[in-house]
């Protein structure tokens, strides 16, 4: 939709015709938090980098993917699962929503991009695995 604004619009549908099928039912919404592919309008995310095939798009989709160490990913992905808890408590179905389950990586299970070319050696990888080692 552009940098900023976010369309709920198939959230709604969804949660609409669930409760349409069952006013009763609960919900737990599996919100995936995956940055778009080539990353933000205005500035890229960091993508990963495997040392097997780097620069290369992978398997299940590999460096086409933010590296989970990008700080822009987490600032723009937190923003935006922010605005989507926001609209969700908002929203006249909010009753019915009794958690969210937020997921990335391969099959939104965390396990990262094209695991089978781990590790990840992008920069903002490396940068945080410094931070990690001198916190040590």
């Known amino acids: 939709m552009g940098e900023g604004k976010y369309d709920f619009t198939e959230a709604d549908r969804l949660m609409i015709s669930l409760l349409n099928s069952n006013p009763k039912a609960l919900a737990v919404p599996r919100v995936m938090v995956s940055a778009p592919i080539g990353g933000s309008t205005s500035t890229p995310t960091r993508p990963c980098v495997s040392p097997t095939a780097p620069g290369a798009s992978q398997r299940m989709g590999g460096t086409k993917h ?36 937020v997921a990335n990586g391969i099959y939104g299970e965390w396990h990262l991009w094209s695991a089978t070319d781990i590790p990840d050696i ?8 410094i931070h990690q080692l001198k916190a040590r």
């Open 122 to 129: 992008s920069e903002p990888m490396r940068q945080t695995l």
């Open 66 to 101: 933010e590296s989970f160490a990008s700080d822009l990913w987490k600032m723009e992905g937190g923003e935006a699962l922010r605005q989507f808890v926001r609209h969700v408590r908002n929203s006249t179905y909010s009753d019915s929503v009794i958690g969210i389950h």
